[in-house]
């Protein structure tokens, strides 16, 4: 009877310790949910208008052809107009902002959506005025040739898209 409720009091005392652990991701209340992926380094270059995070995920290998990042914008920032010769898929993970393709009025974009950007489109996408962005980039078959930048999209053009 003696080892029954030492061993019962150490499984409890187990399950106790076990149980009170916060899960990792998870923050105390009132303190903002970790991201999934992080959004990693500012991006520091001229193909992008306001301030944006880039975490490269998957790098191009000898197997697989694709590059996956996950791309934080803040509010008002976006991409310069580009093309990918393969396409590209976002997955929208958070916020909104705006996906536009060269002559087309913007679309809005959102948490939960997919954008499938056919090959060699010229488009632009970013945040909202008064949201961040988050999406997972995916480049499918760069062999086909690496993105092709053109010129940033102008405050007018990007006023009237997100109107």
């Known amino acids: 009877m003696k080892c029954i409720f030492k061993f019962s009091f150490f499984i409890l005392s187990f399950l106790l310790v076990a149980c009170s652990e916060k899960p990792q991701g998870v923050k105390v209340a009132g303190q903002e949910k970790e991201l999934v992926f992080p959004k990693s380094e500012k ?7 306001g301030t944006a995070y ?9 197997v697989y052809l694709t590059q996956v990042g996950n791309v934080t914008f803040e509010p008002k ?8 010769p ?10 909104r902002g705006y996906y536009q393709e060269k002559g087309k009025p913007a679309q809005l974009i959102q948490k939960g ?7 060699d489109t010229e488009h632009w996408h ?15 078959n760069i062999n086909k040739g690496k993105v092709v930048w053109f ?5 007018e053009e990007y006023n009237i898209a997100t109107k």
């Open 43 to 49: 991006i520091g270059n001229d193909n992008f208008v």
């Open 151 to 155: 010129m940033a999209v102008s405050e």
């Open 126 to 140: 970013g945040a909202a005025p008064h949201s961040s962005l988050t999406h997972i980039a995916i480049n499918p």
């Open 54 to 62: 880039a975490n490269m995920m998957v790098t191009q290998d000898s």
């Open 77 to 84: 920032a976006r991409t310069n107009w580009h093309k990918h």
């Open 113 to 119: 959506n997919i954008v499938k950007i056919p090959p």
């Open 86 to 95: 393969a396409g590209q898929i976002l997955l929208v993970t958070n916020g």
